[in-house]
């Protein structure tokens, strides 16, 4: 099974509004990513998070972490029809990155 | 440009007939890995390489073959394709010491169809 799962599966919002997207996973990580996947392109790195770090900040990107609950959050603020694409959390394991199945994130205009 | 290109991009072919999808990349690093991406099955890896002349499996690999000969150049072979492996494959890239804490870069994709 995957090891980070995303929530909502699905997000539709109107440009402008924030999106925000969950990722929980099983075991204990070193650290936590979040990639876009704008559709028939391949995954573009968006933040990488530590295990030691709470919070992080990118741009219009804001990722938090809460170990204890095993679960990230992907905040995006002040959305843009651009900004629609797949969104995935990725936790480090023996030899790669596993990937949660990912969040569909559509900003309308 | 940094990059990691995959060749080709679109691929329509027929079942047993031997096929080759490239990838290759420009920033000297030493970890490579292909994916095959599923709907509902999210991204699973295939095969991975710590470096040249190493090789893995991944959780996949059955029915496919890598080679690494050289560092920039991972490319991943379908002997016999079956139907069951039309897919979106994807090769990325990062440096070795870092396949877990760093960045991976992705290519753009190969979309195979296997009749």
């Known amino acids: 099974s995957q090891q980070g799962e995303e929530d909502p599966q699905a997000l539709s919002i109107q440009e402008g509004e924030n999106a925000t997207m969950n990722c929980s996973y099983k075991?204990?990580?070193?650290?936590l990513q979040w990639y876009r996947q704008n559709s028939g392109r391949g995954l573009v790195h968006l933040i990488l998070?530590?295990?030691?770090?709470r919070e992080k900040h990118s741009g219009r990107l804001r990722v938090t972490l809460d170990t204890s609950k095993k679960s990230s959050s992907l905040l995006i603020t002040a959305s843009r029809a651009a900004d629609t694409a797949s969104y995935f959390c990725a936790t480090p394991g023996a030899s790669r990155l596993t990937f949660g199945e990912g969040t569909q994130l559509t900003v309308n205009p | 440009e940094a990059q990691v290109t995959q060749n080709p991009r679109y691929l329509i072919t027929v079942t047993g007939k031997k096929l080759t999808v490239t990838c290759s990349q420009n920033?000297?690093?030493?970890?490579m890995s292909w994916y095959r991406q599923d709907p509902g099955l999210g991204l699973r890896q295939i095969y991975y390489s710590m470096n040249v002349e190493v090789t893995d499996k991944g959780d996949v690999p059955e029915g496919y073959k890598v080679s690494r000969k050289e560092k920039r150049n991972f490319p991943l072979i379908l002997e016999s394709p079956s139907p069951n492996q039309t897919s979106l494959y994807f090769c990325?890239?990062?440096?070795?010491?870092?396949?877990?804490?760093?960045?991976?870069?992705f290519g753009d994709g190969t979309r195979l169809s296997i009749l």
């Open positions: 990325a890239s990062s440096s070795v010491t870092g396949y877990s804490n760093q960045p991976q870069h």
């Open positions: 075991t204990s990580i070193n650290n």
């Open positions: 998070i530590r295990s030691n770090e």
């Open positions: 920033m000297n690093h030493e970890y």
